[in-house]
Each structure stands twice: as C-alpha cells, then as structure tokens.
C-alpha cells in the first residue's frame, strides 16, 4: 500500500474502511512515488477525505481494489458558513505563512468579516429594486408571438375557415350535421385557431430570472437575519447590566466593538432586511403570474445573454436584460467543477483548523498567557507561554489542524477540530461518533472536538435533549465514575461565543489542577519542628503543607540560613585545606602526623554532613518556594487580576479546601468537597445580580458565565450554590433542570 490512512479523532493510522464518514475526521497520506487517488485526483501530500458533489469517495492505486464510500450531504456547510471559515482561516494562516507575530495573529477578527457592509443593500439589490416594476410589466403584460394553427373544430366556434376546409369536409362525411340538396350542412369543420406564443427567448429570460432572483434574495435574507441575530446579541450584552456575568458582557463587547458599532449595524440590518423581505416577496409573488406558469420549468437559459431586438428595443425587456446582467457578473450560479470542489474542501478543512488555531490564541491572550518572546515568529509548529503563574507550550499542525497544549504538572489538552456539521447528523450516526470520541479519550489528555456551530436552533431542537446537551458541553462536565470522556463545543464565525468556549476550556485545563495542588505538600522538611514557627505551615506525619501565602514578617529566613551554612562549609573547607597542607608537609620532613589525619578525617565528616544539610535546606527552600508561589497564585482574582488579602480574603487548611473572595470585583473561587464521591471540585463563580438558566437553552453556560467558570454550578434546594462534580458527575442532571438565581457573589464553601 502506498499510502496511510489517518483518523485525527484517534491520533493514529487506522485501517481503510469504505462506508460513511465524517467529513474532515480523516487524511490520506501517499508513500512512495506510486500514484494514489482520491475522488479521481491525485494527491502529492496528505490531504483530508472530503465528498465529491455527489456525496461519495473513493481512494485508490493503480493495481489495486477501490476503497469507496460516502459522506452525508447534511454535514456540508451552507455556503454562508462555508465563506466565512474560509475568510477567517485563510487570514490566520496569512499570518503564519508570513512570519506574523501573536499581535499580529490577535489582530485577526474571529467574527464574520465585513459585518457592516454585508448588513447594507448591496449595489446589486439596489439596481433590482430600481427595477423590478419593469419585470413585474413583462410578468404580467408579455410579449408573446401570435401562431396560427388549423385545428377541426365544432362549427359553431369556427371563425375562420381554412383554405383547404371544402375539400376536407367532402373527404369526411362523418363531419356533416346533414346533406342538403344543394349543400352539406357541416357539424365540424377545418378552422384557423390563432394562439398566443409565450415560450419564447425573451421570456424564458424574465423567467429564469425570477428563479435566480428568488434564490439570491433567499440567501441574502438568511445572511442579514443572522447578521441580526448577532447584532442583537451584542446590543443585548452591551445594555443588560447584571445579566451574567459582567467581565463575559465586557470581553464580547469588545471583541465585536472592535469590529462595529453594535446600535447603528443593528438599525441598517433591520433596514436592509426590511428591503430584502419586500423585494423576496414582490419577486416570490411573479411565480403565480401567467408567464411563469407559460414557460416551461425546464426552459432552460444560458448566463451568456444574447441580445435580441426585444430586449435591446422594448423599455421594460432591456430593463430585465440589465438585472440579467448584474446578476450574471455576481457570479453566482457557476456550476462547480469536481477539481474546483474537491480544492475547495480541502481548503476549508485546512482554515476550519487555522480558525481553531485563532480561537485559542484569543482564548489564552482573554487569560493572561502570552508567548515567553512576543517577537517570536509564528511560522513554525510551537510556542513557548507564560502568564498566571504558570508556563506551557502550545504546538499545532498546519498539515491536519490538531493542536496540543501543555502545561507543567497538568494533563495536555488536544484540539480536534472536525468541519463537518455535525449538529445535522442523525441521532445515531450523532451516538456513533461521540462513541467513538470517547474511545480516543484517555487519562494522559484531555480531548476536545470542535465543531462548526448549527446555522439555526432548529438543528438542536430536533435533536434528543441528552445529545444537544452532549454537544456543548466540556470533558469534565459529562465525565462519571472517572471515566474519560471527550469535549465537544459549536464555534464558527457567526458564534459571538466561540472565544468564549474554548476559554472556558483553556481555563480548566489551566487553573483546576492548580486549584487541585493545594496545599501543597513538601516531605521531610531539614528543620525540625518548623511549622511551630510559621503559622502558614502545618505539620504532618511525614513533612509540612502550605496553608497560605506568607507576610513579609512571616519569612523562615531560609536564605539567611543558607548563606551563614555555607559560610561554616567555606570555613570547613579552608580548615581542610590547611589541614591537609601541614599533613603533606609532615609526611616530607617524618614529622608527626596522627593528629593531623585525626583533624582531616573529622574535618571530612563535618564537611560531607554540612553539604548534605546545605543540599537538603536548598532542596526545602525551592520546594517551599514553588509551594508559596502556587498558594500565591491562588490570591490573583481569576476575572480582574486583583490580588487578595492572605489574611483577610483568603481561607484555607488541611485537605484540599480553600476559598477566596476578591476585594474588588467579589469573585469568589477555591474547591469543594463533593458529597458523594469525596473529591475535590475546583469552583469559580463572579459576582452577578441576576442569573437565569434553563434545560431548553443549550448552551446557556456561555452565554451568562463563559470563561468566567471552572465547575458547572447549579442551585440547590436550600438557595445555595451547588458545583457538578467532575469526577462523579453529581450534580449534572440539577444543573441541567430550570434554574433561577439571584446571586451577589456569595458561594457555598
């Protein structure tokens, strides 16, 4: 075989199965210098396995058996969708191919590119709404051209005779009424029947051009309705002060504010919608006129419009040829070629992964972690990170899209994107690959599956609660009995929440093992009895753990122990020079050398004891340093930055359970312990007036907490708030029932 076959989802090289797949799951990669095949093109690098227009694939060699299958048509993206990815994505990997920097990757905009001028009747509407009064003339009063047939008609409807009518009737005596003497007196009779012809040139133009119009119209009130939607969405966040979270409302504001004025894009989309709803309707409206109905549905008309007298000379006709016009060179209705198609999957694989790419980048920048060099060119596969206490490395691959981070002391987080729709799967082929998601999960890393967002609710409200739930919804939070299990979040262009999303991942992964770490535990401590000196230490069978942060005059002096240790050591070790000088210098001249070597010996003693004590109290003072920097990291507000108060904010002890409140803003965050399952659960919560949430509202954790959360809280029965457990999975099903909170930032610790 010459070439691998690559499931991203798994990480691996799997078996070639025909059947149907998952759009973008899987690569090809030929080996070799024989040809491989896929959809009939060759292919020089790995490239991902994408459907042709008809819906299949197929993956060959030559002198080999073909392996085929197929890929729903409900996973491809609608067109809106499509563009915007491929925007977004080809802008990111811009800035990787040209050396950009993180700013420079920052100053990508992960929304819909020009918003505000896709809200605006564009110069084509403009032009039809001029004028479609002269299409609705032509609909209406046609032209046509007047045929004349001879038909055998009754004699009574006969106006016309044809020349030939006398020498038909004395053919075909079964048209006589009677014979007469003189004459036949006719029952039927040859007649001209005149008829006028719609079916021509001109009017299969305007026809056709209803048909084109209709469609064009229909995807422009789609895009300006989503376009609305999120404009209303950032309106809604901009002006509900107290709704959710605060810092969310402030981060969403400012990602779409540097993009447009949320107010006037929202009143110039109602405008144009408005506009583009009553042309849709004016031209749906032509499909009941009598020419439409005239002129065959198979009709067809070529984009190359021939000008003919008609159009060229009749007012209302030439009018209609101009639309024609302007609609052909928007370019809208090319046919596309199997290369162009199959390109252009590939294409969108590849920027649906830059996309992801942008949205962690902003994801970590919205945390406080940025590159250790600023300076540093994105152009390779990985990056050094630091911010918040911590350090990481974030690697990507511009080949499949993965991506991986990894933090010190944490499981690595690893990002699939998948661009498919998978939201428009059906439930069991939905069940298949969640299964399957959750196989490639495993202890070592925390996986991640994103996926494009559902272009409208109706996808998630057809499907099963339990799957739409599933769906948005982060590994911690389906995880039960330890299990592992995988992430899945919607994100895409049009999603204000996509940042916020993975965010919310991004602070999981980060922040829960640190929260999980306290106290931290140092074995063995070199001093005895020292936590009876420090208050922020407590003793335990084995060494000491760190309670809280220590005050300027709470410092062990460890430093200072230090350096007095090895000042004695240095003293040791001039002695024994000394010592072993006189030693050699006795040994020369036969001098006595007994108390010499007795010195030297003790001297070798003192020495290797004071250097195993140096090397013990060094070994404590780092650790006890690494211990106080975690616990101090605990003091940095997740939300504002601000540092507490040790003494006054900050409340902790033995076990895992802390929690602190910040001075500022009343973010409270620390760990509890579940009540089922006795693990910890890492918890953050800010400071809200109000807080409402229900089961019918997929998705309802990004759109009033967002990143500003660690475990999925809920309200218990008492009115306090409850945290879903991430190892048991206590919890979940409360936190998914209804739910009403009224909340000024108190948490149940």
Not at 221 to 238: A, I, Y
């Amino acid at each position: 075989m010459t070439y691998r076959f690559i499931d991203r989802l798994l990480g691996h090289t799997t078996d070639v199965q025909g059947g149907d797949l998952v759009l973008g799951r899987f690569m090809v990669e030929p080996l070799g210098d024989d040809s491989t095949f896929l959809n009939s093109f060759v292919i020089a690098q790995p490239s991902f396995c994408v459907p042709d227009l008809r819906g299949h694939w197929q993956l060959m060699e030559p002198g080999r058996e073909r392996v085929e299958g197929t890929m729903s048509r409900a996973q491809v993206l609608d067109r809106l969708d499509v563009t915007s990815i491929l925007d977004v994505g080809n802008s990111v990997r811009g800035v990787l191919s040209s050396g950009g920097t993180w700013l420079d990757a920052l100053d990508v905009s992960p929304l819909v590119p020009g918003m505000s001028e896709r809200a605006e009747l564009q110069e084509f509407e403009k032009l039809l709404a001029d004028r479609l009064g002269h299409l609705i003339e032509v609909c209406q009063r046609p032209r046509t051209h007047l045929r004349v047939e001879v038909e055998r008609t009754d004699v009574t409807r006969a106006r016309r005779l044809a020349t030939q009518a006398s020498s038909y009737l004395a053919a075909h005596t079964e048209d006589w009424d009677r014979p007469t003497l003189r004459a036949v007196i006719p029952k039927r009779i040859l007649s001209l029947v005149r008829e006028d012809q719609f079916d021509i040139y001109e009017n299969r133009v305007a026809v056709r051009l209803v048909d084109h119009l209709d469609a064009y119209l229909s995807r422009r009130v789609t895009e300006v309705s989503r376009l609305l939607r999120l404009f209303n969405e950032v309106g809604d966040h901009s002006s509900t002060a107290g709704q959710g979270s605060h810092w969310r409302q402030k981060r969403v504001y400012q990602l779409s504010g540097d993009s447009l004025d949320a107010g006037e894009a929202r009143r110039k989309a109602e405008r144009t919608l408005e506009q583009l709803k009553f042309l849709k309707y004016s031209v749906s409206g032509l499909m009941d006129s009598v020419l439409y109905r005239e002129v065959p549905r198979r009709a067809f008309v070529s984009t190359t419009l021939t000008m003919t007298n008609i159009l060229a000379n009749d007012v209302h006709y030439r009018r209609v040829a101009e639309v024609w016009l302007a609609w052909a060179r928007l370019g809208l209705e090319q046919s596309p070629r199997p290369d162009k198609h199959f390109e252009e999957m590939q294409e969108l694989c590849r920027c649906f992964g830059g996309f992801a790419l942008l949205l962690v980048v902003r994801g970590l920048d919205q945390l406080g972690i940025a590159p250790v060099d600023l300076s540093q060119a994105l152009d390779g596969d990985a990056i050094d990170l630091e911010g918040r206490g911590i350090r990481a490395r974030l690697s990507w691959s511009l080949t499949d899209g993965t991506l991986r981070l990894s933090i010190d002391g944490a499981r690595p987080l690893r990002i699939v994107p998948i661009p498919g729709s998978v939201a428009m799967f059906g439930d069991e082929d939905l069940a298949r690959l969640i299964r399957d998601a959750d196989e490639a999960a495993t202890r070592e890393e925390i996986s991640l599956l994103l996926y494009p967002s559902a272009s409208s609710e109706a996808a998630l409200r057809r499907m099963a609660p339990v799957l739409a739930h599933r769906l948005n919804a982060l590994s911690h939070e389906v995880a039960e009995r330890g299990q592992g299990r995988a992430g899945f979040l919607p994100v895409s262009p049009w999603d204000l929440s996509s940042v916020e999303r993975v965010a919310r991942e991004l602070r999981w992964v980060i922040t829960a093992p640190r929260f999980l770490a306290y106290p931290p535990f140092i074995a063995n401590p070199p001093i005895p009895n020292i936590a009876d000196d420090a208050a922020w230490l407590e003793a335990t069978a084995t060494g000491v753990v760190v309670t809280r942060a220590p005050e300027v005059h709470e410092d062990l002096r460890l430093t200072e122990r230090l350096a007095n240790q090895r000042k004695r050591l240095q003293a040791l070790e001039d002695e024994h020079e000394d010592v072993s000088q006189r030693l050699r210098l006795a040994v020369r001249d036969g001098g006595a050398s007994g108390p010499l070597n007795a010195r030297k010996k003790a001297l070798n003693a003192s020495i290797t004891g004071l250097r195993s004590q140096i090397d013990s109290l060094a070994e404590f003072s780092k650790a006890l340093d690494g211990a106080i920097g975690l616990v101090k990291s605990l003091l940095s507000c997740p939300t504002c930055g601000t540092i507490a108060d040790p003494r006054r904010d900050f409340t902790g002890g033995r076990g895992h359970r802390f929690s602190c409140v910040c001075p500022d803003c009343s973010t409270r965050w620390g760990t509890e312990a579940c009540p089922s399952c006795k693990k910890w659960i890492p918890t953050l919560m800010p400071a809200m007036s109000s807080w409402a949430a229900n089961d019918s509202a997929v998705g309802w954790l990004d759109r009033f907490l967002g990143a500003d959360v660690l475990a999925v809280p809920y309200k218990l029965e008492d009115d306090t708030m409850g945290f879903v457990c991430p190892s048991c999975g206590r919890g979940r099903e409360t936190s998914m029932a209804s739910v009403e909170i009224e909340h000024t930032g108190g948490n149940r610790n």
